[in-house]
């Protein structure tokens, strides 16, 4: 079986990730799967590049233009919004003709666009697309917070700052409704709380969602030596450490003000914590960050990207802290918990999915930095830290491992093709 799988990237940002590790899964379970992508990182001779054409160079300008213009979005703000209408022709590569099954993952910032999906759709080729986020069943956005217009239509978007009913996302509502009618899609869901999501939209109403996590490859993310790890870091030996992982430590849906807060409220209630706790922060755009309003050492680092260095990451911290206010299904979650370290987030997405609350770590109430103060003190202190370590490890291990995610794929694909084995 062929599988092609379609990611706007490779490597870079969640769903690249988790795409890549399914390709990788996949190969070692017997399946011939490659990768397409817009932005080819490494020298895998299974990843294939898209051409970047001037047509759709022009294409995603132009979008990106329409965006501005409505919103007067900023740069940090691109990854909010997407129209689908930038994107290339893939259907004429040989990958895509010789492929059983087409596999879709993140597909915006001018991968895929609508008219092109229809044209995948026409093909007659199995589709399966994986939900990242909630852009395939809104308008335009690919997290609507506490917008619910998507469950009926699109319009009046307050991502857009619009009262308009027939806005931008009332157009682009319609023309996915018009693309997904009558069609066969098979899609999955990284978390149940998506699943969940998607199955309330009135655009994807019906349809067959399956729930399948992503993958982590164990033997890249495993225990090591904690101080070994805080040696090569050159992080202190003797505090228990706190990580915080973010590709922009500045991007509020990760939720840094609410850790922030909520270690203030640590060290308000427990003074002497002030000598014993650091914060090990890890993303790019920290000196928008005011670290000096937090009342413990920081320790920040610069994006990581290399899978090994971040597992050393992992194995030099006591803690990982998840203060996402929107999340779907976190790889940092589960590379976390497969290195052995506890994880806290808030009570959101398809973070209580992963984390067992007092069992693997700690999931707090939603946007609550007392409680969240509360879990971190419960995790380093009042709770069995090493059956914590282990469980997570044992959750890391069998529910998310690359065997039984490509086993769950497989069946899925040999559903939509008839075959049996």
């Known amino acids: 079986m062929r599988v092609l799988i379609i990611n706007t990237t490779e490597r870079q940002g969640g769903p690249a990730i988790a795409a890549y590790r ?25 990843t294939v590049a898209a051409d970047k054409t001037w047509a759709v160079r022009r294409g995603l300008f132009m979008e990106r233009l329409i965006l ?33 099954i087409i596999h879709l993952h993140w597909i915006n910032d001018g991968m895929i666009s609508l008219h092109m999906l229809q044209r995948i759709l026409d093909s007659g080729k199995p589709v399966v697309w994986t939900l990242h986020d909630m852009w395939p069943f809104t308008g335009i956005c690919h997290y609507a917070h506490d917008c619910d217009n998507y469950m009926k239509h699109c319009g009046s978007c307050p991502q857009l700052n619009s009262s308009r009913e027939k806005d931008l996302a009332y157009r682009y509502f319609n023309k996915k409704q018009s693309l997904l009618q009558h069609r066969s899609i098979r899609f999955i869901a990284c978390s149940q709380w998506l699943r969940e999501m998607a199955r309330k939209s009135s655009l994807l109403r019906g349809m067959e969602i399956t729930c399948i996590p992503n993958a982590v490859d ?50 308000s209630v427990h003074p ?18 005011a670290f000096s309003e937090i009342p ?44 052995g370290i506890p994880c806290i987030g808030f009570n959101v997405g398809g973070i209580p999915e992963m984390i067992d609350h007092l069992h693997n770590g700690y999931i707090a109430d939603y946007k609550n930095s007392s409680n969240f103060a509360e879990g971190i003190h419960w995790l380093l202190t009042e709770g069995d830290y090493d059956m914590l370590s282990s469980e997570a490890l044992r959750k890391a291990q069998t529910t998310y491992s690359e065997t039984s995610v490509a086993d769950a794929h497989i069946a899925v694909y040999n559903q939509l093709t008839g075959r049996n084995e």
């Open 68 to 100: 501005n213009l409505h919103n007067r979005l900023g740069r940090q703000h691109r990854y909010r919004l997407d129209l689908g209408t930038a994107g290339g022709d893939i259907t004429n590569l040989p990958e895509f003709r010789q492929a059983d």
């Open 272 to 289: 002497t914590w002030k000598e014993q706790l650091g914060l090990v922060v890890l993303g790019r755009d920290s000196e928008k960050v």
């Open 218 to 267: 164990t033997r890249l993310f495993h225990r090591r030596d904690r101080q070994m790890a805080r040696r090569e870091l050159r992080l202190p030996a003797d505090k228990r450490l706190v990580l915080f992982s973010s590709e922009s430590v500045a991007d509020r849906r990760k939720g840094f003000d609410y850790l922030a807060d909520a270690l203030k409220e640590l060290a």
């Open 22 to 46: 399914l390709t990788e899964a996949l190969k070692s379970n017997g399946i011939k799967a490659k990768m397409l992508v817009r932005e080819k990182e490494t020298d895998k001779v299974t």
């Open 296 to 339: 413990f050492p920081v320790y920040p680092m610069q994006y990581v990207s290399d899978e090994k260095q971040m597992a050393m990451v992992y194995s030099a911290v006591d803690l990982y802290a998840i203060p996402s206010v929107q999340d779907n299904l976190p790889n940092t979650v589960v590379e976390a918990m497969a290195c």
